[in-house]
């Protein structure tokens, strides 16, 4: 279990900034994760921000929402710029579903850690056809703190880490659950590529 490393600690010459990345496939407790670090940080009466891409409406248009029905409330934005705009004098900054923002959003994991802002992310690591997910390689280079989360193989109940697509689309991004996607371990998502 990832214990913070921050809470109640301090830097003699300010606050120290950092990036925190959660990765994994589809049904893995990404967001899951997400949410309990971020409600250690609201228990500890610290100032979270959270946002999510606008674009992401499959449970909720403003609440980010786990597969378990977890909910934090959160600002949905369009660009990864807009989280600039409005993170404000907080303390923590959660961004769900980070893979949806392009690479605009290393540059502002930067920016809020540098400002001393703890910075706490979720997105998929790898897309529907195993290849790393932009602009995920560079966020968890700049990260201080990885977590890779494993859901389990809905063919043979291995652990998972590949999102695999059971509709034909091409498209890179195409949100939907359990009725397009399942959690694939290795072996299981190439038999069937």
């Known amino acids: 279990m990832f214990i913070e490393p921050s809470i109640g600690q301090s ?3 300010g606050k120290n900034g950092h990036v925190e990345v959660i990765c994994g496939s589809m049904f893995s407790g990404k ?9 250690r940080a609201l ?4 100032k979270v921000e959270i946002f999510k891409p606008a674009v992401d409406k499959r449970y909720h248009d403003f609440d980010v929402v786990s597969h378990n029905e977890n ?19 907080c303390e923590v900054v959660g961004i769900d ?3 949806f923002f392009d690479n605009q959003i290393v540059n502002v994991a930067n920016i809020l850690a540098k400002s001393g802002k703890r910075v706490i992310m979720a997105g998929l690591d790898m897309d529907f056809e195993g290849h790393p997910f932009e602009p995920m390689p560079q966020l968890l280079a700049i990260a201080e703190y990885v977590t ?12 998972a880490s590949y999102s695999y697509r059971l509709s034909e689309g091409k498209d890179k991004v195409m949100l939907g659950e359990k009725d397009i996607y399942e959690a694939r371990c290795r072996r299981c998502f190439y038999e069937d590529k």
């Open 31 to 39: 967001t899951e994760e997400l949410i309990r670090r971020l409600n």
């Open 97 to 99: 579903e980070v893979q």
């Open 43 to 46: 228990i500890a009466r610290q």
């Open 11 to 13: 830097s003699l010459k």
């Open 71 to 89: 909910t934090i409330r959160s600002t949905p934005v369009q660009f990864a710029n807009d989280i600039l705009l409005l993170a404000g004098n």
């Open 148 to 159: 890779k989360v494993h859901a389990i193989c809905m063919k043979c109940g291995a652990l």
